[in-house]
C-alpha cells in the first residue's frame, strides 16, 4: 500500500501576528489528531519564553519554574511526555512546545512526526493529505485563518525508506 502524500507547513512563532496565534493552531491540531498520535514531548531542559508572548506569560513563567524544579534522571537524553487525554497538559504542552528546545508530535507507532518545534526559530507541522483536510476544516470552523502559504503548499509522497536519511 503507497504511503499517502504529506505536505509541509511551516509554524515558526514569527510567521504568525501573534505568538497566541500559533498556540490555537496548534491547539485545534491537537484536537483534531488526537486518534492518530502517540507520543507527545518534550525536553524541560532550559525551557524559555518567547520574547513576544503576551497573553498568559505569567503562568507559563511559572509553568516553567514547577518544571525545573521537578528531579532529573542523570545520564539519559531528556523527554517530558504529556497526556493529551488531560485537558491541563494540552494546554501545558501547547504553550511548553514553543519554550523548549526540542517538541514533538509522533504517529501512533512513533514512525511519522506530525508536528516538530525547535523553540521559536523552527516549527513545521507533516500532515498526510487526510489529517490535513481535517485539520483544516477544525481551522475554518473555529473560526481560524489558515496561512496562505498553507493553502498553497503541495503534499509529497515521502521518500522510500532505504532512500531516507540524505542519500
Known amino acids: 500500500m503507497p504511503e499517502e502524500a504529506v505536505t509541509t507547513l511551516r509554524a515558526e512563532l514569527d510567521r504568525f501576528g501573534r505568538v497566541e496565534e500559533a498556540f490555537a493552531l496548534l491547539e485545534v491540531f491537537l484536537e483534531v489528531a488526537r486518534p492518530r498520535f502517540g507520543a507527545v514531548v518534550l525536553d524541560p531542559v532550559g525551557l524559555r519564553l518567547p520574547e513576544a508572548l503576551t497573553d498568559d506569560r505569567a503562568l507559563v513563567q511559572n509553568l516553567i519554574e514547577e518544571i525545573e524544579q ?17 485537558e491541563q497538559a494540552r494546554w501545558d504542552y501547547v504553550r511548553l512546545a514553543y519554550c523548549s528546545s526540542q517538541a514533538t508530535v509522533w504517529s501512533s507507532r512513533q514512525r511519522t ?9 523552527k516549527a513545521t507541522y507533516w500532515l498526510p493529505d487526510s489529517l490535513k483536510a481535517e485539520y483544516f476544516d477544525a481551522l475554518t470552523s473555529r473560526g481560524w485563518a489558515i496561512p496562505e502559504d498553507w493553502l498553497t503548499a503541495v503534499a509529497k509522497r515521502p521518500k522510500p525508506w532505504w532512500k531516507r536519511g540524505g542519500r
Do not use: L, Q
Open 70 to 86: 521537578e528531579p532529573r534522571a542523570k545520564g539519559r537524553v531528556v523527554e517530558r511526555g504529556f497526556d493529551m487525554d488531560d
Open 113 to 121: 512526526t506530525y508536528f516538530e518545534a525547535s523553540g521559536s526559530h
